[in-house]
């Protein structure tokens, strides 16, 4: 069965302290694998897909890397303005379905 | 509009009502996609189309759930004799052939 699984379930940094959150993932083919952030009251936000391993993508503070069971998403030197739920989703290939399949989340609060 | 809009953004109903929830994609986004998501959640795949057609409704529930997308455009998910587990959010989203999909705020769905 198609799973996504993040950690940690919630993180607390301080302005300026770097981490990674991590998604790690089992899926009969990937077709891609998404991180989107999402803000209370809103839908996910759209930030990066990544289709094979060893791929990466950055986006300001931001940097999305793929292997072949995990992806990281890497937050350089946060602001209190990346406070915010990331989500990951997998897409598998194979069939019609083009249905995104969601880990948890990732809730982290910066704090200056 | 730019993004994909979703009405009612609350509902408040009765058990054993039946409710209706529209959807309003993206101009031009050929499929639309239904999720839901419980609080703490990352959204969980209802049901999706392109255009018209519904490609893939394995994530309905059960029969009291439905969707449709007469024209192609907007859709409607609809959830008949309703009870309390279904109280969730219930969220939209659109994409072009290849393109990510982009998700609206949601539909805060209560049943009393």
């Known amino acids: 069965e198609d799973q996504v699984t993040q950690s940690p379930e919630a993180l607390r940094l301080q302005e300026g302290e770097s981490s990674s959150l991590n998604c790690s993932y089992t899926?009969?083919?990937?077709?891609?694998l998404f991180w989107y952030r999402q803000d209370p009251g809103k839908g996910p936000e759209f930030l990066f897909t990544?289709?094979?391993a060893g791929e990466e993508k950055e986006k300001e503070r931001l940097k999305a890397t793929l292997t072949k069971k995990e992806s990281f998403l890497h937050i350089t030197a946060p602001k209190p303005e990346d406070s915010a739920t990331y989500l990951c989703?997998?897409?598998?290939?194979?069939?019609?379905?083009?249905?995104?399949?969601f880990g948890t989340g990732t809730l982290l609060a910066v704090q200056p | 509009g730019a993004g994909v809009s979703q009405s009612p953004r609350y509902k408040v109903t009765k058990r054993g009502q039946d409710v209706a929830l529209r959807c309003d994609p993206i101009?031009?986004?050929?499929?639309l996609y239904w999720y839901r998501q419980a609080l703490g959640q990352g959204p969980e795949f209802l049901t999706y189309f392109n255009y018209e057609a519904q490609q893939d409704k394995s994530g309905l529930p059960n029969d009291r759930f439905s969707a449709e997308r007469p024209e192609g455009s907007i859709s409607t998910l609809t959830i008949q004799r309703t009870e309390q587990r279904d109280s969730a959010m219930y969220r939209c989203a659109s994409s072009s052939p290849g393109q990510p999909q982009h998700f609206g705020d949601g539909t805060r769905l209560s049943i009393l």
């Open positions: 101009s031009g986004h050929v499929s």
């Open positions: 990544l289709y094979s």
């Open positions: 899926v009969s083919g990937l077709r891609g």
């Open positions: 989703a997998v897409q598998a290939s194979g069939g019609a379905t083009n249905k995104l399949i």
